[in-house]
């Protein structure tokens, strides 16, 4: 069963604007960390935001915040004030409980592209 | 900020032969990683690391074997690789082993073997 899934391959916002990209989770752990990642063309996996799941409000790192809603077990990244640079593919991850550790499961991903 | 070091962003190799890939982190994270990931199926876990010495099997182990000798080193070798190993190689770290601690990960390996 799909543990993470992205339903939006890609996506397309305008320069300035404020995009969503979703993310839904399923796990019956009640401790579990929300993760966002953001890969460029160039490869390099880079940690943009978390979010666990006992916090009571909703994470933000700069330009970037997490909407949780636990109770419909989603953890959309907003992204306000697009840029250029934030063109690339963006990974929604969950780190769950495997045997005497923490496993990270990733989603598919969605390939946003910002327009001029 | 956390630096996880890959030894090469591209590497070339032919089949049979061994290769090794490096993985250095510099804040003494307890936790280490290794995933390949190809396009249509994501990221993989390979193997992790939770103290020197010691290893876990992850998702797709097999062809692969690892090595933490120190703390800060976690290295990925392919006994005799194959072309279906051709993929990209991202090493990554955690400070602890519990759910809240995010993984950092490196600039990625991208290994062709011909």
């Known amino acids: 069963a799909q543990k993470i899934t992205q339903t939006q391959p890609g996506m397309f916002v305008q320069e300035k604007e404020a995009v969503t990209l979703d993310c839904t989770y399923d796990?019956?752990?009640?401790?579990?960390?929300l993760f966002w990642y953001k890969q460029p063309s160039s490869g390099e996996m880079i940690f943009l935001i978390y979010?666990?799941?006992?916090?009571?409000q909703n994470a933000t790192e700069g330009r970037y915040s997490l909407n949780f809603q636990k109770a419909r077990k989603s953890a959309n990244l907003v992204i306000s004030a697009s840029q250029l640079g934030d063109s690339a593919m963006y990974f929604c991850?969950?780190?769950?409980?495997?045997?005497?550790?923490?496993?990270?499961?990733f989603g598919s991903g969605t390939r946003l592209l910002v327009r001029p | 900020d956390v630096k996880v070091t890959q030894s090469s962003r591209y590497l070339v190799k032919r089949t049979g032969e061994k290769v090794f890939l490096e993985c250095v982190q510099d804040?003494?994270?307890?936790?280490m990683f290794w995933y390949r990931q190809d396009p249509g199926l994501g990221l993989r876990l390979i193997y992790f690391?939770?103290?020197?010495?010691?290893?876990e099997k992850g998702d797709i182990p097999e062809g692969y074997s690892v090595s933490r000798e120190k703390k800060e080193r976690f290295s990925l070798i392919l006994e005799s690789a194959s072309t279906n190993q051709t993929s990209m190689y991202l090493c990554?770290?955690?400070?602890?082993?519990?759910?809240?601690?995010?993984?950092?990960f490196g600039d990625g390996t991208r290994l062709s073997i011909l």
């Open positions: 990554a770290s955690s400070l602890t082993t519990g759910p809240l601690s995010a993984q950092h």
């Open positions: 796990t019956s752990d009640p401790s579990y960390g």
């Open positions: 979010q666990g799941s006992y916090d009571q």
């Open positions: 991850a969950m780190r769950e409980r495997m045997d005497s550790s923490y496993k990270l499961i």
């Open positions: 804040m003494d994270h307890e936790n």
């Open positions: 690391s939770y103290d020197v010495k010691m290893k």
